[in-house]
């Protein structure tokens, strides 16, 4: 049995397609393995946001989410993330207001700032080829939040924004309004890690595509934090690309896939996930081979005590409250193993059947997110962020 992670265990799902399978069978086993994890004691399941890439289907998350909680019972689900310069503030509220109102004390939203995607691709979305400005995010954040209030956001007579005008004078975020699912801040930098410890909200920083930042960003977002209604300490999860296989060498040869993969997406011909054998086939340059090593530095590959060892390190040099495990592999049968073999080394119960596990409690209503934060928000946050 591996030793155990500190801390509770999570997924995170890219939904990855591989080369020869379909959207449909990605999609499926989305949906599976969450019943698995659900199963086998993790405590919340996400799926990521990602566009013109043909080796992730996860495009929609609300509608994605909705399946998975339909699907399963106690662990909590959601996003990692809603990328918010694709989409209307309003429209999200409405899809993931729906989604608490169905599976109430279920529910996370996790809201991202990049579009995760390319220019041409954000420009199809209808939100600009650029991402938001600080000052935009943050106004876009506290609009976001103050659609769950339990009143319309337009009575706040400090609602002065033109942009938002409603020739009604009122603009009811049904079902939204009362049923505010548990908000997280995404991000990669200190930026977004600033402003959740600043709104009080808990923050998952992606480590699994930027290393380097998590220690420097976790730390500004402890120095940053203030006690809210929804969280009186600061709580962060970190997501790490994790391949457990019962070897070693298993372990290092299905994660081949992903090698060649972070490949093709660092030079611009982004594909579908392609089989180990094709990964080995293949000759690399030096030059790639570069490449390669810096994509996957932060990869933990192994077997079961190497991984929850690794774990338990990055646990104790980061101080994460959580880890969230993403795992991409050729054939599912090789993913859902790994996560299989990881679960005896949670610490930690089944987490995802208490609504107050972690962070993931259901905010009161009194916590939503008022413009005025926003703009309180806009004062303390650099107008160029890091």
Known sequence: MPSRVPVPLSVLDLCPVPTGGSTRQALRCSVDLARHAEQWGYTRYWVA?????????????????????????????????????????LTVAEQFGMLEAMYPGRIDLGIGRAPG????????????????????????????????????????????????????????????????????????TGYSAEMAGLLGLPFAFAYHFSAANARPALSLYRRAFRPSAVLAEPYCLISVSVLCAEDAEAARWRHGSTRLSSLRLRAGRPSTLPSPQEAAE??????????????????????????????????????????????????????????????????????????????????????????????RLLRRIPSNPA
């Open 282 to 375: 293949r000759a690399y340059t030096g030059a790639e081979q570069a490449v390669i090593a810096e994509a996957t530095a932060s990869h933990v590959v192994g077997d079961p005590a190497t991984v929850a060892e690794q774990l338990g390190l990055l646990v104790e040099t980061t101080g994460a409250d959580e880890l969230m495990l993403t795992t991409s592999t050729f054939e599912y049968a090789d993913r859902l193993a790994s996560y299989e073999l990881l679960a005896p080394a949670r610490s930690f119960g089944q987490a995802g059947a208490n609504p107050d596990a972690g962070a993931g409690h259901k905010p009161v209503a009194e916590t939503t997110g008022l413009p005025e934060t926003g703009r």
């Open 49 to 89: 946001e990602h566009h013109n890439l043909p080796g992730i289907a996860s495009s929609a998350p609300a509608v994605l989410t909705g399946q998975i909680a339909s699907a399963t019972s106690v662990i909590r689900v959601g996003s990692g993330g809603v990328m918010l310069p694709n989409h209307a503030p």
């Open 117 to 188: 995607t390319d220019r041409a691709t954000a420009r199809a979305l209808r939100r600009g080829a650029e991402g938001l400005s600080a000052a935009d995010y943050a106004s876009q954040v506290a609009e976001l939040r103050a659609y769950f209030a339990d009143r319309p956001a337009h009575d706040d007579p400090a609602h002065d924004d033109p942009a938002h005008d409603d020739p009604a004078g009122r603009i009811l975020a049904i079902p939204a309004e009362g049923n505010e699912p548990a908000v997280w801040l995404l991000g990669s």
